[in-house]
């Protein structure tokens, strides 16, 4: 079993609707990361948690850590949100610095 | 702003070719880091590097070797290119392992080996 897991794998939705990726761990972590990227290839980093909520523009990140499981919210998706989604975390007693990952969601939003 | 550089985004190399793939960070981070990235699979962690000179194997270190001399710069190796490591390869920095430490990435190699 993957120590991240992510769902869905692939999402297709239409542009204006609520969107939320969701990612289960099984480690004890330090943080929770995710990860945006676009095709071609290179990696932004959207957020980074250890608890609670945070918001940026129209993306939202939650993290419950008693039930080790955190969302992805995209409010008022547009086509330019089309990307894959990567969850990942920071674990205790793991490599420095290093981050666990999930395989990722592939997000398609559709004019 | 942050940059960690990788020094191509597309490579085409021949089996059996060494093969160099660079990566240059300005934020004086600490620890740097090679991945690799394959449909279904997800990013794995190659090799690491938290200080200059040193290195740690990550989960998949088979076939490759790490470079790196200065604080900066993070060289990975394939000593022999062969057809399995046709791969999306990606370069991150980050700060030494403080709980909360955000990773910066590279924009990707995607190095094809025929």
């Known amino acids: 079993k993957n120590e991240v897991e992510q769902s869905p794998q692939n999402l297709t939705a239409q542009e204006g609707e609520f969107i939320t990726i969701n990612c289960s761990y099984s480690?004890?972590?330090?943080?929770l990361h995710w990860l945006q990227q676009h095709p071609g290839g290179g990696i932004v980093s959207l957020f980074m948690l250890s608890s609670g909520k945070k918001k940026h523009g129209r993306l939202i990140a939650t993290i419950n850590i008693q039930e080790k499981h955190s969302s992805l919210h995209i409010t008022a998706s547009h086509p330019r949100d089309s990307a894959v989604y990567i969850c990942?975390?920071?674990?205790?007693?793991?490599?420095?610095?290093?981050?666990?990952f999930g395989k990722g969601t592939k997000l398609s939003v559709k004019p | 702003d942050v940059k960690v550089t990788q020094s191509s985004r597309y490579l085409v190399k021949r089996t059996g070719e060494k093969v160099f793939l660079e990566c240059v960070q300005d934020?004086?981070?600490?620890?740097m880091f090679w991945y690799r990235q394959d449909p279904g699979l997800g990013l794995r962690l190659i090799y690491f590097?938290?200080?200059?000179?040193?290195?740690e194997k990550g989960d998949i270190p088979e076939g490759y070797s790490v470079s790196r001399e200065k604080k900066e710069r993070f060289s990975l190796i394939l000593e022999s290119a062969s057809t399995n490591q046709t791969s999306m390869y990606l370069c991150?920095?980050?700060?030494?392992?403080?709980?909360?430490?955000?990773?910066?990435f590279g924009q990707g190699t995607r190095l094809t080996v025929v």
């Open positions: 934020m004086d981070h600490e620890n």
């Open positions: 590097s938290y200080d200059v000179k040193m290195k």
């Open positions: 991150a920095s980050s700060f030494l392992a403080a709980q909360n430490t955000e990773a910066f």
């Open positions: 480690v004890g972590i330090s943080a």
């Open positions: 990942a975390v920071r674990n205790y007693g793991g490599s420095q610095g290093n981050l666990i």
